[in-house]
């Protein structure tokens, strides 16, 4: 029998997905092994009394890096005026300082050694450097600088400058004073560092860097792993090692490398659920040819009828004509916020009593994990796959479009997009043609999406910008004061919409959350007492919900936009109707619901919605109805304007399917015995049968399914 017959089914989805790790492994230590190699046996150049072989090699990386970064500092650059001379001056005294000092140091200043070794040096410096120089290229460091992320970018170029020419240090040849065991200690301390920031920060983002990052940790421990052998005695052991290790490696090289792997699918999961595996799969994704789907503008009108449920023109409004509406939106409001048990909630007291006083829905599902995409959903009432999407580019600080990526390849853009917002297609516009007054009360700190004249101010009679005002943490009362102020200047019954921004600047911690969540708060209490002072509470029907969840190191991430788990996708939903009921809804719904909702209970214009009308389950309790629920992620981070994310995501009852399409990964869960998402099914073929279907109406692509 041969290697090349193990599969899965021999093995099991965890075994081969911890030898097809093995094999990744294997494939860099056989790299990294074939390059030390030939290292050793290139010849130095010709050594000159002023051109050492290892100061030449660490010149290589530092000019290297400044041809790649100072371009970036000029022109239109959303970089500090000062990078430029800093990034010289960083080159200068790193190369001085690493050439002169530290080298010195660890391997000492042996003329002849150095003279024998001088090629190992220099093909580890390219080597390294090519390899970080690909990193920051296709992440668009220092040329893709959005507001605020200028601080992020000038990190990763230093960052990865000074990993890269630590570990040229620990790979160049010989070492000095250091014993072969020093070597492996400071080699594996490298590499374990490397690996918990692959681990740990920006999950779900930036993947050529955890790339990166995986690659030079492997780099790093090998090195380590190496040192560590030659200082083992007797050489007996250092043979039944090194016999061990390759037998193992091969084995798992081997059952990558044929049918097993990588093309079962059970195995990807599990492998796309660890740093490196998630890493490697996101490379293949990249050299295969992409998943074919319907470009932006494709996604006609009709399109909603092949899988959403159509609301229905309503006969008349069922709201009271002198009821208005407040609707509040607050940025990476996670749905565990709204505390349900029976204790006072010390951390958002004001949230928790309007809840007990509304009908919570405790499954509503955002139709995205990024702002863009959520908020459209909510303001279109449609899927993503139902909106046309245009793509925008970041030009002096400031969001500017819609723009053509073909005639901007090449230049220093970073992309994002927005929807395209038809005349009549939004919330406000409905409500304004049954007489509301429309008045928009937005905050989004840095993020721009909520500027006057990119989409989300049409149909907003008064639209307060507050794009331009960054305050500071936390905001929340000064938003509630200028909505408050907003309703005091209403001529008439009035539509208006508040969104809150504290909680999107956590530091990603549960503690620090509990924080700003304190803060949105105190604004909300604010709000409600104001209304209450005014004498209009109860005459408001209020709808809170977020555009998004936010991660808390659930699944390796931090933040929004990386995954489309419960974490990121699910959040509060909580309608107060006065004289309503106080309940407690169970049952899954969708933020498209809201509009659906709104539009049926004034009687507004309701065609073209994909949303489900709640307001039966609103007003006497009725149980809304089981149908597939979508999300969506699609990014455009790439400076080229490419697409960097594919993931979707549906829901019926307790059932959850979420597909990677560029990692061609498939997750199903059953959330009623696995709310956290730890363990996708392997089996349930039905299940997954189900909604599959579901999502080729959503996305019009061929799924494949399981047998």
Known sequence: ?????????????????????????????????????????????????????????????????????????????????????????????????????????????????????????????????????????????????????????????????????????????????????????????????????????????????????????????????????????????????????????ALAAGFVGTAGGLSDPQVRVGIARTPLGSDVLWLRGQLRTPVATAPAGDHADNSAAEFAMPTAQPAGPTLPESLNILLITVDALRADAVKTSDSIDIVAPHLQALARDSVHFERAYAQGSRTAISMGSLMLGRYSANIDWDLYSYEGGRIQGPVDPASRRGLQSIYTTLPRFEPGSTLAERLAEVGFQTIGVPYAGDNEFFRQGLGFSRGFQVYRDLSLTKWPLPSSGRVTEVALRAIDQASRRWFVWVHYYDTHLSRHTRSDYDRVLSHFDRGLGQLVDGLEHRGILNDTLIVLTSDHGEALGEHRSRGHATTLYEEQIRVPLIVRFPGAEPRLVREPVALVDVAATLCTATGARAEGLNGEDLWPTITDGTAPPERPIFSELHRYRSRFGDQTADLKAVVVGDWKLIWDRQRETQELFDLRADHREEKALEEQPEARRTLLRELRKLTRTVVSEPP
């Not at 990763?156 to 010989?174: I, M, N, V, Y």
């Not at 920031?197 to 790339?211: E, N, Q, S």
């Not at 200082?231 to 007996?236: L, M, T, V």
């Open 1 to 249: 029998m041969t290697i090349g017959i193990c599969s899965a089914d021999l093995v099991g989805a965890r075994g081969a997905v911890a030898l097809s790790l093995l094999g990744a492994a294997s494939i860099l230590v056989l790299v990294a092994t074939l390059v030390s190699a030939a290292a050793q046996r290139v010849p130095s150049p010709t050594r000159t009394p002023t051109a050492k072989p290892r100061r030449f090699a660490i010149g290589i990386s530092c000019s290297v890096f400044v041809l790649y970064a100072t371009p970036a500092t000029v022109d239109d650059s959303e970089l500090p005026a000062w990078s430029g001379a800093a990034i010289v001056a960083f080159a200068l005294i790193t190369w001085e300082l690493t050439s002169r000092v530290l080298a010195p140091v660890l391997h000492g200043d042996d003329d002849e050694g150095e003279e024998a070794l001088g090629g190992s040096w220099a093909l580890w410096a390219v080597g390294l450097t090519a390899l970080t120089s690909w990193m920051l290229w296709s992440e668009g460091a220092l040329y893709a600088v959005r507001p605020g992320t200028a601080g992020l970018h000038l990190s990763l170029l230093f960052g990865s400058w000074a990993a890269t020419l630590t570990a040229l240090l620990f790979l160049g040849e010989p070492w000095s004073e250091p014993t072969p065991r020093a070597v492996a200690v400071l080699s594996a301390g490298l590499g374990i560092t490397l690996w918990v920031a692959d681990r740990f920060a920006l999950v779900g983002l930036y993947p050529a860097t955890h790339l990166w990052l995986s690659i030079l940790a492997a780099i790093c421990l090998l090195r380590s792993a190496l040192a560590a052998v030659d200082g083992w005695q007797p050489a007996s052991w250092r043979l039944v090692s090194i016999t061990s290790a390759t037998a193992v490696l």
